[in-house]
């Protein structure tokens, strides 16, 4: 474990590496520009709206068809490495559909998940973006149980700052599990292409099941933010994340950490 450990971490510095020295001619000609040309591309707009974070939802479906992304690395905090996926497509004005997976809790159990995105405010036209999702989060590929989650994301333009909010809240079909999340991010745009800012997410047990916790290997809090950059270079899109972790297991202390991401992404 150790060892890989080690290799995937060479791999997230050589990528953060990389992923700066990409970005440092971009960031001094946006100190340059006074005035960055918008994005023209379905994949640039995606990333200025906040499409390809790693935590926090996007309000609007977007003007790509279709998009991917996905992010490995490891969290000290929840002494597991990190990987999530997803894949999004524009099914018919303002409907979208998400298929995703990522790693859950501290075991090395992988779970898919599927989610419908109804966006019923347009910032164009109301001046905010909103949307309602409904998702079913399984516990892994080869069970069917798993979790309900419906979730609100808003979205606010001002300037060259994309903010973005997530309420969401989440329980099996037994009601022995319950917990509820809050998403927040905001990204600024340095020239065109270029985006930073922060992610963030909080999620806290509402009152579960002891031994369905424990079972599962669910903390009763669990929290994650930091700094996040995601850069667009033609149709990709190179993402890093990094910062604060903090885990409160069902039974224990609670255990801080950092939690350390890279990823990648793309569209049409």
Not at 19 to 25: G, H, R
């Amino acid at each position: 474990m150790s060892g890989s450990r080690g290799v995937a971490t060479r791999l997230l510095a050589t990528s953060v590496g990389a992923l700066f020295v990409l970005a440092a001619p971009r960031l001094a000609r946006a100190e340059q520009d006074d005035a960055p040309a918008a994005p023209m591309s379905p994949v640039a707009d995606a990333a200025q709206l906040g499409h390809f974070l790693p935590l926090t939802l996007p309000a609007d479906v977007g003007r790509a068809r279709v998009l991917a992304a996905a992010y490995a690395g490891y969290d000290s905090a929840a002494r597991a490495s990190r990987l999530l996926a997803f894949a999004d497509a524009r099914l018919y004005g303002p409907v979208a559909f998400r298929l995703g997976a990522q790693s859950a809790g501290a075991s090395d159990r992988v779970a898919p998940s599927a989610a419908a995105r109804l966006q019923f405010l347009s910032e164009a036209t109301l001046g905010l973006d909103a949307a309602f999702s409904v998702a079913y989060n399984a516990e892994g590929f080869s069970e069917f149980e798993g979790e309900i989650e419906a979730a609100l994301a808003f979205g606010k333009t001002i300037g060259t700052w994309r903010l973005l909010a997530n309420f969401a809240y989440g329980q099996d079909p037994e009601g022995r599990e319950r917990d509820g999340e809050f998403r927040a991010a905001a990204l600024h745009r340095f020239g065109t292409g270029y985006y930073v800012g922060l992610d963030g997410r909080c999620r806290v047990d509402l009152g579960s099941d002891t031994a369905e916790l424990r079972e599962h290997d669910e903390p009763a809090l669990d929290v994650d933010l930091g700094p996040v950059m995601n850069l667009v270079l033609g149709p990709v899109v190179l993402g890093v994340h990094a910062g604060f972790s903090a885990v409160q297991p069902e039974a224990g202390d609670t255990r801080f950490g950092v939690v350390a991401l890279a990823g990648l992404g793309s569209g049409l």
